[in-house]
């Protein structure tokens, strides 16, 4: 089994910054293609950032693009998602993902491994 446990949430001024971890435990070699999502109150999960297994390759979603920057250390067994420029809407529980596979994916549903979330609110 895979455990992903998230931290670095919080509430930040609009315009501020924070910096989310992921760190993994368990059968790390099932954590090679690792994500970050959100989900709003009432909302779909959404996509925010996915990096390979050694960090050659990253995506972003449009609305945050420039603005967040996912890394990783694999030494560590953790991911990193640097939130700079934040905004309201950025506003979300933020869920750190992993998939037994070096291709990276924008697709909920191509994730095998999710963590319980971290709280991010941005206060306007």
């Known amino acids: 089994q895979v455990q992903l446990v998230e931290s670095g949430g919080g509430l930040v001024q609009t315009g501020g910054s924070l910096r989310l971890s992921c760190t993994t435990s368990?059968?790390?070699?099932?954590?090679?293609?690792m994500a970050w999502f959100r989900q709003a109150p009432g909302k779909e999960r959404d996509f925010v950032a996915a990096i390979s297994r050694f960090g050659y390759s990253t995506r972003y979603a449009d609305a945050v693009k420039g603005r967040f920057t996912i890394s990783r250390d694999n030494a560590k067994n953790t991911v990193y998602l640097q939130m700079n420029s934040l905004k309201f809407e950025d506003t979300a529980l933020y869920y750190c993902?992993?998939?037994?596979?070096?291709?990276?994916?924008?697709?909920?549903?191509?994730?095998?491994?999710w963590g319980q979330g971290t709280h991010v609110t941005v206060s306007s």
């Open positions: 368990g059968r790390t070699n099932s954590t090679y293609g």
């Open positions: 993902a992993a998939r037994a596979t070096t291709v990276i994916s924008n697709r909920v549903d191509d994730y095998d491994y």
